[in-house]
């Protein structure tokens, strides 16, 4: 599993008198041991550049030719580092430089990070593709009480880690469904009783390396999840 190195803090003496770190601008062939870290954040999603910030001597700052992608669609630049200080001048650690888009991605997604001294490429496969589930046969989300439903799930990295969860429009209880695996679909069969319900099928996956060359890569929080309301009757 990947470790994700944690922002350094350094103790600063009252009255805001202590070691100072310099930030540098820097192409990425410059930084040591480089880390692309990707996270979904809402509908966003953000690649950070992490680093060893006692190796750099302080914090990074993004080159000004530096650019991404993920697929085609033109990656954002949201933060470019540089040290955060508090309201005493003391130095709290490093804003990791950050990249990102809203659109969503489409598998099985690729991404570059580059400037003038290094392109940074990686595939990020299904993991971030928006999830989708449908009923077999396709149709309304109408069902009979204590019916087995069967959804198909996309993508299917995913069913191993899915859970199952049931809540009525009447109740605050969400209630798990037991459920079974058969190829691309989950099938699963609801509680007796009639009336409208929430249906949350949710999962995540551990931290985990991705394939790149230029850097280390890694995909951290997935999570994997869809909802719809159902009508029992």
């Not at 060893?52 to 302080?58: F, I, L, N, R, T």
């Amino acid at each position: 599993m990947v470790k994700i190195r944690p922002l350094v803090f350094l103790l600063v003496a009252h009255g805001g008198c202590g070691s100072q770190r310099e930030d540098h601008v820097m192409e990425l062939a410059d930084i040591p041991d480089p880390e692309l870290v990707l996270r979904r954040i809402g509908p966003s999603t953000i690649i950070e550049l992490h680093f060893d910030s006692d190796a750099v001597g302080g914090c990074v700052i993004l080159a000004p030719d530096l650019a991404g992608r993920i697929d085609a669609t033109a990656l954002t630049i949201s933060q470019r580092g540089g040290s955060e200080i508090n309201t005493d001048g003391g130095w709290l650690g490093c804003n990791w430089p950050m990249l990102g888009t809203t659109q969503p991605v489409v598998a099985p997604g690729g991404f570059v990070i580059e400037d003038s001294s290094l392109a940074i490429t990686g595939a990020i496969g299904d993991f971030l593709a928006p999830r989708r589930m449908t009923p077999v046969p396709d149709g309304p989300w109408t069902f009979a009480p204590q019916q087995t439903v069967v959804v198909r799930w996309s993508p299917t990295i995913d069913l191993p880690l899915l859970e199952v969860r049931f809540r009525r429009a009447t109740s605050s209880t969400t209630n798990v469904l037991p459920s079974t695996i058969v190829g691309d679909t989950l099938s699963f069969t609801l509680p007796a009783g009639v009336g409208m319900a929430q249906l949350d099928i949710y999962g995540r996956h551990e931290d985990m390396d991705l394939p790149c060359s230029g850097a280390r890569c890694s995909l951290i929080n997935v999570f994997a999840s869809a909802s719809e309301q159902l009508t029992i009757q």
